[in-house]
């Protein structure tokens, strides 16, 4: 069973930065898009991110100019670097990783941005 792994998430404090990481405990074949999504208490998960098998990529309107997504299909590794951060960013952030017939997720990462 594929898991995906997460790492990077943490306390920082207003226009700091940090950088996310997600790798898979398995190989997985014909990856489609990997991505960021965040959830907040009350909210539905939003997309932050997303970077296609081409390398297209696009973000939500709030993190544009401040987050880049990268990463690398071969290796089933997918990052997102995010500079100025701000309050409103705090959330538990999870990773997607999309295969032609099946879509894998993990288990969530907190970050927490004092002001």
């Known amino acids: 069973q594929v898991q995906l792994v997460e790492s990077g998430g943490g306390l920082v404090q207003s226009g700091g930065s940090l950088r996310l990481s997600c790798t898979a405990s398995?190989?997985?074949?014909?990856?489609?898009?990997m991505g960021w999504y965040r959830r907040t208490p009350g909210n539905q998960r939003e997309l932050v991110g997303m970077i296609m098998s081409g390398g297209g990529t696009k973000y939500a309107d709030s993190v544009k100019g401040r987050f880049t997504i990268s990463g690398d299909n071969a290796k089933n590794t997918v990052y997102l670097q995010m500079n100025n951060l701000k309050p409103e960013d705090t959330a538990v952030y999870s990773c997607?990783?999309?295969?032609?017939?099946?879509?894998?997720w993990g288990q969530g990462t907190q970050v927490t941005v004092s002001s």
């Open positions: 398995k190989k997985i074949f014909n990856i489609v898009n």
């Open positions: 997607n990783m999309n295969a032609r017939t099946f879509g894998y």
